[in-house]
Structures are given as C-alpha cells and as structure tokens.
C-alpha cells in the first residue's frame, strides 16, 4: 500500500521559533500537499507541489513556506511560528488518478 | 474556484440504520470526485471514488450517486456499525494536475 510518513508527530513549539514539518512517500506520486486541520474548518490547503522543485500556494499560504527537494520529499517550514498555527496538519500525496494518499498528521503547538 | 459543500455537518444514528450524506460541488470542469473517511485520531482513507461519466457506484455497504446536472453526490451507507463513527468528506477536482477542493466534512456517529 501508499505509504506517506511524517515527522515529528507531535511538536512543541515557542512563538517566534522555527519549526519544520517533513514528509515521505514511497508511492512515486508527483503531487503532494499540505493541509492544516482545525476543529470547525476541514481541510485546509496551505501548499502544494506537482514536482520536485515546485512548491504552489494554497488557500492560506500566509505565514508557511514549502520545499519539495526530490520526488520523495515535502517539508512545510514555518519561520517565526504563532499561537494561531496550532493545528494538526496533514501531508498527502496524489497519482494520475487523484486519489490522496495521507500521512498519519503532525499535531503542532505554539505556546 | 471550487466550492464544495456538505450536508448534514453532523449524524447521530442508531447501529443498523441507514444514512445519507449529501454533497455540492459548483464548477462544472470537476470529473473526478473521490470520498475519505476519517476515524477519531486517524488519517484520511479513501474510501470511494466516481468520475463524472458515471451516476452510480457501490463498494459492499456504500453506493455513491453522481448527478452531473444538478452537480450534486450523495453517499448512501447502509447497515451501519460503530465502527463507521468517523468524519466523511466529499472531494472534487478537474483531473491529476490540478487542485483537489474538500468539503466541510460530515461527522458520523452510530451508536450501538
């Protein structure tokens, strides 16, 4: 089966620090997306890419900065992390068909 | 762009009932629209999928309807179990090369 790994799976983080999401997949799928999870929102699509070297913004890229160094790899940065960007976030990956592949999510807090 | 919307936003059902989850979607160019369950604490997991020339599709105890004309889906789950408490959204995108759009999610409960 797909498989898509995240790391860490839980995180503390101080306002105004630095913290970077990763994820894996071994599918061999060209998309891969991050999305952001909160209570009352669904699925909120914060960056994307459809290739190594290629990162797209999504519907509330303010604040986060993505980077797809290989086929394998998305990692989700956010420079100077805030209380607001405590969530649980989701990296998937998606093949020809579009069916998403989703990662086991990361829960983030900003104290 | 894409709006895609989901109804009810929440279901409290008895095990062994049936229920229904509708979805919207607004942009005629989406051809492809797959569903995803997630259970308390979990990843999403596709679940099912149709494409926009088809009006039916069943996989065991789920039947999924595509009406193109009114751009709306439901999902039909039936004999349900505990084990389908979960949230369930509808998806929608174009084809593999552009965005995929989610809705709201609809919250499932089955007591037993």
């Known amino acids: 089966e797909a498989a898509v790994t995240q790391s860490p799976r839980n995180k503390v983080a101080v306002t105004g620090g630095k913290v970077t999401l990763s994820c894996n997949q071994t599918?061999?799928?060209?998309?891969m997306y991050w999305y952001r999870q909160d209570t009352g929102h669904g699925l909120r699509l914060i960056h994307y890419?459809?290739?190594?070297?290629?990162?797209e913004k999504g519907d509330i890229p303010d604040g986060y900065k993505a980077s797809r160094p290989s086929q394998e790899n998305f990692s989700l940065i956010l420079e100077l992390a805030t209380p607001s960007q405590t969530s649980v976030y989701f990296c998937a990956s998606g093949g020809q068909q579009n069916t998403l592949y989703f990662g086991a999510g990361t829960r983030l807090s900003v104290l | 762009g894409e709006q895609v919307e989901q109804l009810p936003s929440s279901l409290i059902v008895q095990e062994g009932a049936s229920v229904l989850i509708n979805c919207s979607y607004t942009?005629?160019?989406?051809?492809?629209f797959p569903w995803y369950k997630q259970e308390p604490g979990k990843r999403l997991q596709f679940i099912i999928d149709?494409?926009?020339?088809?009006e039916r599709k069943q996989t065991q105890r789920l039947t999924l309807l595509f009406d193109k004309k009114t751009k709306h889906l439901s999902l039909h789950i039936t004999a349900t179990q505990p084990g389908d408490s979960a949230i369930y959204f509808c998806s929608a995108s174009r084809n593999s090369n552009n965005r995929i759009f989610f809705g709201d999610g609809t919250q499932l409960v089955v007591k037993p």
């Open positions: 599918n061999n799928h060209n998309n």
């Open positions: 890419s459809y290739g190594a070297g290629s990162t």
């Open positions: 942009d005629s160019a989406s051809v492809y």
């Open positions: 149709i494409r926009s020339n088809m």
